[in-house]
Antibody, heavy 118, light 111 residues
Framework: QVQLQESGPGLVKPSETLSLTCTVS????????WSWIRQPPGKGLEWIGY???????NYNPSLKSRVTMSIDTSKNQFSLKLSSVTAADTAVYYC????????????WGQGTTVTVSS | QSALTQPRSVSGSPGQSVTISCTGT?????????VSWYQQHPGKAPKLMTY???KRPSGIPDRFSGSKSGNTASLTISGLQAEDEADYYC???????????FGGGTKLTVL
């Protein structure tokens, strides 16, 4: 049973880079596609992007210029970097496993709140 | 503004059935059979309830059923229970460039 746990700073200053890590347990980070999704306070879900250990990535066109995802197979983790953040990037950030066959997130982390403020 | 349109709220009494709609376009909902639905309780992570329009993950009761007609997908919950009260989000594959888009979410109230 794959389980996911997000970690990273809860407060980021405007214009700086948000960095989050998702630790995978109960499975290998090399076995699946992985995704990041965020949810601003009181709002809906927004897909940020996905990554595969092969290096295959796909980012939301609206965030593409600021997003970088990576995988560390030695630590069984994958990561998200979002640059030049503003208050609009304040959200709960979730990491998730993409189910076989794609286009669905079948395992989610508990989420981590990131606030952008000086 | 979300890519997929859902009603802001729906309600029903215990034991009744409710249906939540999710309207997109031929570029997402209407173009692919890859619609999924997620349940989210306050302060919790979303949970996959149905996928590929009408399939259910292991452990999801058959009270939850998905369907699609044209550009509109639906989630029907029959035999409503108090614990079904939550926010529900639809999600659709939208092609290799956009990948997936979400609906704005629907708050289900069990009266």
């Amino acid at each position: 049973q794959v389980q996911l746990q997000e970690s990273g700073p809860g407060l980021v200053k405007p214009s700086e880079t948000l960095s989050l890590t998702c630790t995978v347990s109960g499975g290998s980070v090399s076995s699946y596609y992985w995704s990041w999704i965020r949810q601003p306070p009181g709002k809906g879900l927004e897909w940020i992007g996905y990554i595969h250990y092969s290096g295959n990535t796909n980012y939301n066109p609206s965030l593409k210029s600021r997003v970088t995802m990576s995988i560390d197979t030695s630590k069984n983790q994958f990561s998200l970097k979002l640059s030049s953040v503003t208050a609009a990037d304040t959200a709960v950030y979730y990491c998730a496993k993409i189910g076989s066959g794609g286009a669905r997130m079948d395992v989610w982390g508990q989420g981590t709140t990131v606030t952008v403020s000086s | 503004q979300s890519a997929l349109t859902q009603p802001r709220s729906v309600s029903g009494s215990p034991g009744q059935s409710v249906t939540i709609s999710c309207t997109g376009t031929s570029s997402d909902v209407g173009g692919y059979n890859y619609v999924s639905w997620y349940q989210q309780h306050p302060g919790k992570a979303p949970k996959l309830m149905t996928y590929d329009v009408s399939k259910r993950p292991s452990g999801i009761p058959d009270r939850f059923s998905g369907s699609k007609s044209g550009n509109t997908a639906s989630l029907t919950i029959s035999g409503l229970q108090a614990e079904d009260e939550a926010d529900y989000y639809c999600c659709s594959y939208a092609g290799s460039y956009t990948y997936v888009v979400f609906g704005g979410g629907t708050k289900l109230t069990v009266l």
